[in-house]
């Protein structure tokens, strides 16, 4: 015999971002609670809506799975003694598990005999443990909390009703005042109170009152109401996914409609107009069939069709009122120019313990340059760069950003257009805060990216400096995604630069215009920048499941360049199974371990003449051909080691490296050191596994 369990949790009106996250977790606290206790169910359905959280389990069993299991008591010397009398040790044991010792049983485990006994623990009926679920529900976490009251239990909005069914019975229990029972709440002006009779009815018995508890349903239905509404109007709608989502989390009973606004709006820029509508007023937004936007939107009611006129109308009039004052930000700001705005930003705090944000454009056009040169950037491109570096952080200062802070960056590509700025120049301003997420759209000009780069580069070095490291999972100024940002730029560039050179380039701004850094000073932090940018390609490269141990290995060297990181790690992985991989590596850890061991002065050379066989002088003469050899990629790399596997061997078979003379001994690890230093370029191999 099986049952269906239902358990609803009304509240007041939930956040939308967190009702999906909430229904997932209460569905997954039931179901670890419903194993502990050994009551299999076949499946659980999960349904919410803003108003309520709750899970139908289906085929639940109708009792606890029986327990028949040894349990495992003291040794038999201590169990009985030399004439075969139970000790105290055997009587509180077998008593503790509710027998005798005339229960117990000896058997051998390690050379040693234990005392058992078998324990059977009969199932108890599911409707004696399922009041244990509230258990389910305290212990759930969300991202704000609340108390409300004088209690002191937290949850994310106050608890108004609780449904507990075993099919038709009513589970008792309690959270707080609120006691479980079979009544829950209709629409909240549509709908009145409904009895559930029996766990089956739900969520059907709810839809009569304006409820659709099924989340994926509601969804369906506004997505469908949408199609229809596009077709009959011969729209472009456009349907943002997170949108959806959360305009779907806002209502019990989905009607879609549409509004309006004056033509007059579309001079606007489009992302003014989209942002306005989209973020600010959860309005889907409407496209002709050639791309183009339109004076219209899309909106979705919490309510049927009922005087669905005074809702479009009122929603008309305060996305009116917003984008008129819109229009006024885009026109006042015209007014002013360039260099009107970056002046203010003079005046504007960047961090006050690091310093403006006009100084910060001062250290960026710096850093952007010296990146530029080492990169080999064309003259039109540094121009370009220069321009862009000067001006990037205008728009934070105009009336727009002021209002729509989303559209910075944005508003900066077009005004620096309409005041008559290069394109590439405006590009770039709009690209330099790309990834604005962790897997964000990257910066597609050089332009643009090398700014992005310089510009996270140094704010990860100014907060460093400053002390404002992040620990844990306290990162206020999200330096962990600029980080990972800087990486995913740099490889989706094709770039070669490493940790420690973008640590140098800070570095030697801050040696050359000491003005710039008063506040801070980034001399000090090298290992911990170098370190933290380094950890985000450790990320990305678990993302993409990499085993740890080539992980460490690659990324071991902040020296190597971001995307040698990523190719070594892939050469490693496709080399992992060959018949030499084995022998190449060894070979090659056998050269960096001794080298780690090296401590030589700065100015020793290489001295042939302290070499006392062959196998010296050959090594020296491959590490002089490699040196001399410019390797294109990695898997190049990888083929010169595995080709010295046979030249290292024979030197460790005729060679003492650790010799008694010191000038012979220093020369062997130098001349290792050289090779290694080579092979250091594909990472530290040993903290590879290949046992």
Same mark, same amino acid.
């Given at each position: 015999m099986?049952?269906?369990?239902?358990?609803?949790?009304?509240?007041?009106?939930?956040?939308?971002?967190?009702?999906?996250?909430?229904?997932?977790?209460?569905?997954?606290?039931? =179901?670890?609670?419903?194993?502990?206790?050994?009551?299999?169910?076949?499946?659980?359905?999960?349904?919410?809506?803003?108003?309520?959280?709750?899970?139908?389990?289906?085929?639940?069993?109708?009792?606890?799975?029986?327990? $028949? $299991?040894?349990?495992?008591?003291?040794?038999?010397?201590?169990?009985?003694?030399?004439?075969?009398?139970?000790?105290?040790?055997?009587?509180?044991?077998?008593?503790?598990?509710?027998?005798?010792?005339?229960?117990?049983?000896?058997?051998?485990?390690?050379?040693?005999?234990?005392?058992?006994?078998?324990?059977?623990?009969?199932?108890?009926?599911?409707?004696?443990?399922?009041?244990?679920?509230?258990?389910?529900?305290?212990?759930?976490?969300?991202?704000?909390?609340?108390?409300?009251?004088?209690?002191?239990?937290?949850?994310?909005?106050?608890?108004?009703?609780?449904?507990?069914?075993?099919?038709?019975?009513?589970?008792?229990?309690?959270?707080?005042?609120?006691?479980?029972?079979?009544?829950?709440?209709?629409?909240?002006?549509?709908?009145?109170?409904?009895?559930?009779?029996?766990?089956?009815?739900?969520?059907?018995?709810?839809?009569?009152?304006?409820?659709?508890?099924d989340?994926?349903?509601r969804?369906?239905?506004?997505?469908?109401?949408?199609?229809?509404?596009?077709?009959?109007?011969?729209?472009?709608?456009?349907?943002?996914? %997170?949108?959806?989502?959360?305009?779907?989390?806002?209502?019990e009973?989905?009607?879609?409609?549409?509004?309006?606004?004056?033509?007059?709006?579309?001079?606007?820029?489009?992302?003014?107009?989209?942002?306005?509508?989209?973020?600010?007023?959860?309005?889907? !937004?409407?496209?002709?069939?050639?791309?183009?936007?339109?004076?219209?939107?899309?909106?979705?009611?919490?309510?049927?069709?009922?005087?669905?006129?005074?809702?479009?109308?009122?929603?008309?009039?305060?996305?009116?009122?917003?984008?008129?004052?819109a229009?006024?930000?885009?026109?006042? %700001?015209?007014?002013?120019?360039?260099?009107?705005?970056?002046?203010?930003?003079?005046?504007?705090?960047?961090?006050?313990?690091?310093?403006?944000?006009?100084?910060?454009?001062?250290?960026?056009?710096?850093?952007?340059a010296?990146?530029?040169?080492?990169?080999?950037?064309?003259?039109?491109?540094?121009?370009?760069?220069?321009?862009?570096?000067q001006?990037?952080?205008?728009d934070?200062?105009?009336g727009?950003?002021?209002?729509?802070?989303?559209?910075?960056?944005?508003?900066?590509?077009?005004?620096?257009?309409?005041?008559?700025?290069?394109?590439?120049?405006?590009?770039?301003?709009?690209?330099h805060?790309?990834?604005?997420?962790?897997?964000?759209?990257?910066?597609?000009?050089?332009?643009?990216?090398?700014?992005?780069?310089?510009?996270?580069?140094d =704010?990860?070095?100014?907060?460093?400096?400053?002390?404002?490291?992040?620990?844990? =999972?306290?990162?206020?100024?999200?330096?962990?995604?600029?980080?990972?940002?800087?990486?995913?730029?740099?490889?989706?560039?094709?770039?070669?630069?490493?940790a420690?050179?973008?640590?140098?380039?800070?570095?030697?701004?801050?040696?050359?215009?000491? $003005?710039?850094?008063?506040?801070?000073?980034?001399? %000090?932090?090298?290992?911990?920048?170098?370190?933290?940018?380094?950890?985000?390609?450790k990320?990305?490269?678990?993302a993409?499941?990499?085993?740890?141990?080539?992980?460490?290995?690659?990324?071991?060297?902040?020296?190597?360049?971001?995307?040698?990181?990523? +190719?070594?790690?892939?050469?490693?992985k496709?080399?992992?199974?060959?018949?030499?991989?084995?022998?190449?590596?060894?070979?090659?850890?056998?050269?960096?371990?001794?080298?780690?061991?090296?401590?030589?002065?700065?100015?020793?050379?290489?001295?042939?003449?302290?070499?006392e066989?062959?196998?010296?002088?050959?090594?020296?003469?491959?590490?002089?051909?490699?040196? +001399?050899?410019?390797?294109?990629?990695?898997? +190049?790399?990888?083929?010169?080691?595995?080709?010295m596997?046979?030249?290292?061997?024979?030197?460790?078979?005729?060679?003492?490296?650790?010799?008694?003379?010191?000038?012979?001994?220093?020369?062997?690890?130098?001349?290792? =050191?050289? !090779?290694a230093?080579?092979?250091?370029?594909?990472?530290?191999?040993?903290?590879?596994?290949?046992?």
């Amino acid at each position: 015999m099986t049952h269906t369990f239902l358990l609803e949790i009304g509240l007041e009106e939930i956040p939308a971002h967190v009702v999906t996250p909430s229904a997932q977790q209460l569905t997954e606290r039931v =179901s670890s609670f419903l194993k502990e206790q050994r009551l299999s169910f076949e499946r659980i359905e999960t349904f919410s809506t803003p108003r309520r959280l709750a899970v139908k389990v289906l085929n639940l069993a109708d009792q606890q799975a029986d327990i $028949e $299991e040894e349990a495992k008591g003291p040794a038999r010397k201590i169990a009985q003694d030399a004439e075969g009398n139970w000790s105290k040790a055997a009587i509180g044991f077998s008593r503790g598990q509710g027998m005798t010792p005339d229960d117990i049983f000896f058997k051998e485990l390690k050379g040693v005999e234990y005392a058992y006994v078998n324990k059977f623990i009969a199932g108890k009926k599911a409707i004696e443990i399922l009041s244990g679920v509230k258990t389910a529900v305290t212990a759930m976490v969300f991202p704000t909390m609340m108390r409300w009251g004088s209690n002191d239990f937290k949850f994310v909005r106050p608890l108004k009703w609780i449904i507990a069914l075993l099919d038709n019975e009513v589970i008792p229990f309690s959270i707080l005042d609120v006691k479980s029972g079979n009544v829950t709440k209709g629409h909240r002006f549509l709908g009145k109170d409904v009895t559930i009779q029996d766990a089956d009815e739900y969520p059907k018995a709810l839809v009569s009152e304006y409820v659709i508890a099924d989340s994926q349903e509601r969804k369906n239905l506004i997505v469908q109401q949408i199609k229809d509404l596009a077709a009959k109007n011969d729209w472009k709608i456009i349907v943002d996914d %997170d949108l959806l989502e959360e305009v779907n989390n806002l209502v019990e009973y989905p009607t879609v409609f549409a509004g309006s606004f004056d033509r007059k709006y579309l001079e606007i820029p489009d992302e003014v107009l989209i942002t306005s509508m989209k973020d600010h007023q959860r309005f889907f !937004y409407v496209q002709d069939e050639n791309g183009k936007l339109l004076p219209n939107f899309v909106s979705v009611r919490n309510g049927v069709k009922d005087n669905i006129d005074t809702v479009i109308a009122g929603n008309e009039k305060v996305l009116t009122a917003r984008l008129e004052d819109a229009a006024f930000f885009f026109h006042e %700001d015209q007014k002013n120019s360039i260099a009107d705005y970056v002046e203010r930003l003079k005046k504007v705090m960047f961090h006050d313990k690091i310093g403006t944000t006009f100084e910060k454009m001062e250290r960026v056009q710096l850093l952007s340059a010296i990146l530029a040169d080492y990169l080999d950037f064309d003259e039109e491109s540094k121009a370009n760069l220069k321009r862009a570096a000067q001006i990037y952080k205008f728009d934070l200062v105009t009336g727009m950003v002021g209002e729509f802070s989303e559209l910075q960056g944005v508003m900066g590509e077009k005004y620096a257009l309409i005041m008559g700025e290069k394109p590439e120049v405006a590009t770039a301003i709009k690209e330099h805060y790309m990834p604005i997420s962790a897997e964000g759209e990257l910066p597609q000009t050089t332009v643009g990216a090398l700014l992005a780069v310089a510009d996270k580069l140094d =704010s990860i070095a100014a907060f460093f400096a400053a002390g404002m490291i992040p620990t844990g =999972s306290n990162d206020p100024y999200a330096l962990r995604r600029q980080a990972a940002g800087i990486a995913r730029i740099v490889m989706n560039q094709n770039w070669s630069l490493s940790a420690v050179q973008l640590f140098n380039v800070v570095e030697k701004n801050a040696v050359a215009n000491p $003005e710039l850094y008063q506040k801070i000073s980034p001399a %000090d932090t090298e290992t911990e920048v170098t370190t933290f940018i380094v950890e985000r390609i450790k990320k990305m490269l678990e993302a993409q499941h990499y085993n740890f141990d080539v992980i460490e290995t690659v990324t071991a060297k902040t020296t190597n360049g971001f995307k040698e990181m990523l +190719e070594a790690a892939k050469v490693l992985k496709a080399h992992s199974t060959d018949k030499d991989f084995k022998d190449t590596v060894e070979a090659t850890t056998r050269v960096l371990r001794l080298a780690k061991k090296a401590d030589l002065a700065a100015d020793v050379q290489l001295n042939p003449e302290l070499f006392e066989n062959d196998a010296e002088k050959v090594l020296a003469d491959r590490v002089a051909e490699i040196e +001399e050899k410019n390797f294109n990629n990695v898997e +190049e790399i990888f083929q010169a080691l595995r080709g010295m596997r046979v030249v290292i061997n024979n030197y460790f078979d005729e060679t003492m490296v650790m010799a008694k003379d010191a000038d012979i001994r220093n020369n062997r690890l130098y001349q290792l =050191s050289l !090779y290694a230093s080579f092979a250091y370029k594909l990472g530290d191999l040993t903290k590879l596994n290949v046992k």
